[in-house]
């Protein structure tokens, strides 16, 4: 058996494969080809569209993808067919961490609020969800699918637009004022649900949702290792900041301890020299892949 694995084409592509490599997947990708090989002989990948995923899914063409989950939310907004979410993925195209959809207007605008766009025009590839926004507030707009360079729309050719960021350096870049979310977003591995019903392969979607999961949960973490002598231990303990509690082992001498932690990378710079300063020993410091909660 084999499991049909859907890859987000695009501004995805990059991290999503970035991840499944930390995750300990080797994928490859032909720029001429839509069809990824990967180092599993039971997974089949194929490059889609994430706008298109939830649909490709839903109908039983893939039996799993990677998609965010604004475009779940515009599939199913627009009748599509049910999908199944098996795990939340908190990684985007720059950064680990979750986007937002925004209602944007040109700098120099008068609308202050989603009510003084009554009657405008609204740009954004999210139409389904834009327009379920706007009609939930009351708000008569009307909502325009835009191909892409959303930014440059307003003022000419929209009044406002529905786009969605990480930073906002394009919208500022583009003289653009954020005056509403309209959603935040992250990546969800997702399932047919049919599909599901078989054992093997929902198996085999909960472990790559394990190892995906467990590879987000090691992104900016170090692993730290050091000895120190038992009537210090008490010291060394108060300055680390464990991810739950450190693992303390006994060395061959019985005065001596070995300490084993997870801490974020970026306290290390500061916390070695305090470490070294309470006396500890044989500091080492180590990456990390995977850490399962």
């Known amino acids: 058996m084999t499991l049909k694995l859907g890859l987000p084409k695009g501004s995805l592509q990059d991290a999503t494969l970035q991840l499944f490599s930390r995750a300990g997947y080797e994928i490859r990708v032909n720029s001429r080809s839509y069809v990824p090989t990967i180092d599993d002989p039971e997974i089949e990948c194929l490059l889609v569209r994430a706008q298109e995923m939830s649909r490709y899914v839903s109908a039983g063409v893939l039996d799993a993808g990677l998609t965010g989950q604004d475009w779940i939310a515009e599939h199913t907004a627009a009748g599509g067919a049910p999908v199944t979410p098996i795990t939340d993925l908190i990684y985007a195209k720059q950064s680990f961490g979750r986007v937002r959809w925004v209602l944007a207007v040109p700098e120099d605008s008068p609308f202050q609020t989603p009510e003084d766009l009554r009657g405008k025009t609204i740009a954004t590839e999210l139409v389904q969800v834009a327009s379920r926004y706007f009609a939930d507030r009351g708000v008569d707009v009307r909502v325009e699918f835009s191909w892409g360079a959303t930014e440059v729309k307003p003022p000419v050719l929209a009044d406002a637009i529905v786009e969605v960021t990480e930073t906002g350096s394009s919208l500022r870049a583009n003289r ?118």
């Open 176 to 293: 653009l004022r954020i005056i509403d979310t309209v959603m935040t977003s992250n990546t969800q591995l997702i399932a047919n649900p049919t599909a599901l019903q078989a054992p093997w392969l929902k198996t085999k979607v909960d472990n790559i949702a394990l190892l995906l999961a467990a590879a987000i949960q090691a992104q900016g973490r170090v692993g730290l290792m050091l000895n120190v002598s038992r009537d210090r231990l008490a010291d060394i303990i108060a300055l680390l900041p464990a991810l739950q509690r450190p693992t303390i082992s006994p060395l061959s001498d019985d005065q001596w301890v070995a300490v084993n932690t997870i801490i974020e990378e970026q306290s290390v710079r500061d916390l070695i020299p305090r470490l070294k300063q309470a006396s500890a020993q044989g500091i080492v410091e180590y990456p990390l892949n995977k850490i399962v909660l």
